[in-house]
């Protein structure tokens, strides 16, 4: 199978190939020619992204060479829809002018005869990605009726913008009455990650993609909006910790009560938590609040990248790691969620380290998610540019699975269905 050829697009968006340069790519400041078996053709439910002011760079096969493009060009990417992991970065060199990306993860891209193809693979197929399966107009109906039946519930209004205007899959399953929906409560975080998708400072050059929430919800507003779906729908969940709002934990004492009311009410369904981990004591009273499962974020295992990406505020990795322990304790079903990027991820160092976190821990489950920045910002912010090469995320991903193959590998918050057997097992003993 042949190499796709370069992408690039003209400053009016349009795009075009080269076919005398074969598309490259990058695994953190490497630049690299990938193999042809790490192509696929875009995914439907994928968007190609130019990059302005990035320079293109293709490969001269018959000189064995890189070579950079012209600068009145621009360099193309693609965006990988739910359940993908991207394998290689973009490669477009940045000029003097570049202000930073939005915040999306970029991926390589390339042309053959039959179409868009983009460096990634599959990590979970599952229908609660697929695109297809969310109607737009039942779910703006839908949005009506909920509005319509409780006009003054706050909660449900947010909701709706979620739907509506930030494309948002959890809040959309609240209104289409099934899977997992959204349920958020905070306002602040002890975090201040560089890519926060809800809160940059107002001199920053890249806008936050989401409104945070500006209340906290009351009891009878979160309640209408819980209960019956755990009561109705299939595969029912209901998440605190969402990309529109800070930590939950910082709610703590407002979810135990939250809880346990929902709990007297039903049995029915799961109530998941995503979170930072800051605080294993709050985690752990809300476990015996009746919580079932629980999501923890990080960029890294290794302390130095943790910090510098997250930044926090009042704790420390450990307090994370103690976290992932106080969980597996408890008996919730406890996910990684790996904010992946290709070199760093996929780094032999990174890979051992992670090999290991997850053998101490007990951890049930890790999510590989495609952490939505500027590469590189998060290069600079890290300072990964001492980084030798990267073995390749495909590599990464069948290491440790072939390690560890007691974990489960996936993309999305799996239901009390389908995991309560496996968090009966302790495997670390």
């Known amino acids: ?70 600068r009145d060009t621009w360099a193309v990417s693609a965006f990988t829809p739910p359940g993908y992991v991207r394998s290689h ?14 915040l999306w993860a970029y991926s390589a891209a390339g042309w053959r005869d039959d179409g868009f193809y ?18 737009e107009e039942t ?43 959204g349920l958020p409560v905070s306002r602040e975080c002890p975090s201040s990650c560089e890519g926060c998708i809800s809160n940059q400072p107002a001199e920053s050059l890249v806008p936050a993609s989401h409104a945070r929430i500006a209340f906290r919800p009351t009891l009878e507003e979160a309640l209408e909006v819980i209960v019956p779906h755990l009561e109705e729908a299939p595969l029912a969940m209901v998440s605190f910790g969402q990309g529109c709002e800070g ?44 919580l079932n499962s629980v999501r923890i974020s990080i960029n890294s295992v290794r302390k130095d990248y943790y910090h510098r990406y997250h930044k926090p505020q009042g704790y420390t990795f450990e307090d994370v790691e103690t ?13 990684i969620n790996y904010l992946i990027f290709p070199g760093l991820t996929d780094h032999q160092e990174e890979i051992d380290a992670f090999t290991r976190f997850l053998e101490r821990t007990g951890t049930h489950m890790v999510q590989w998610k495609n952490l939505n920045i500027d590469p590189d910002v998060y290069i600079r912010c890290l300072e990964l540019e001492s980084l ?37 097992t302790d495997w670390t003993k």
């Not at 970065?89 to 939005?102: E, K, V, W």
């Not at 009410?265 to 476990?287: C, D, E, F, M, V």
Request: net charge neutral; aromatic share 8%; glycine share 8%.
């Open 1 to 70: 199978m042949d190499h796709p050829r370069m992408l690039f697009c003209d400053r009016f968006g349009q795009i075009y190939d080269e076919p005398r340069l074969a598309a490259t790519a990058r695994l953190g400041v490497h630049p690299v020619v990938p193999k042809p078996e790490d192509w696929i053709p875009l995914p439907e439910g994928s968007d190609i992204f130019s990059l302005p002011d990035r320079t293109p760079v293709g490969w001269l096969e018959d000189r064995g060479r890189f070579r950079v493009g012209s």
């Open 89 to 102: 970065l973009p490669n477009g060199r940045p000029q003097p002018s570049a202000d930073p990306l939005p």
């Open 118 to 135: 983009v460096t990634a693979f599959p990590i979970e197929q599952n229908p609660k990605g697929d695109l297809a399966e969310f109607d």
């Open 139 to 181: 779910i703006r109906e839908r949005v009506r009726q909920k509005l319509d039946e409780h006009p003054e519930n706050r909660l449900l209004n947010h909701l709706a913008h979620c739907a509506l205007q930030n494309n948002c899959l959890a809040a959309k399953n609240y209104f289409l009455g099934r899977w997992e929906a």
């Open 247 to 290: 930590e939950p934990l910082c709610e703590d004492e407002f979810l135990e009560e939250l809880i346990r009311e929902v709990r007297g009410r039903t049995s029915r369904g799961t109530i998941h938590l995503n979170t930072n981990g800051y605080a294993p004591a709050k985690l752990q009273r809300l476990a015996k609040a009746g």
């Open 323 to 335: 976290s992932v322990q106080v969980g597996v304790a408890e008996g919730l079903y406890v996910s």
């Open 388 to 424: 030798s090469r990267s073995e390749g995320m495909r590599t990464a991903v069948d290491t440790i699975r072939h390690r560890l193959p007691q974990v489960r590998f996936g993309y999305f918050n799996p239901p009390r269905e389908q995991f309560e057997e496996s968090v009966k």
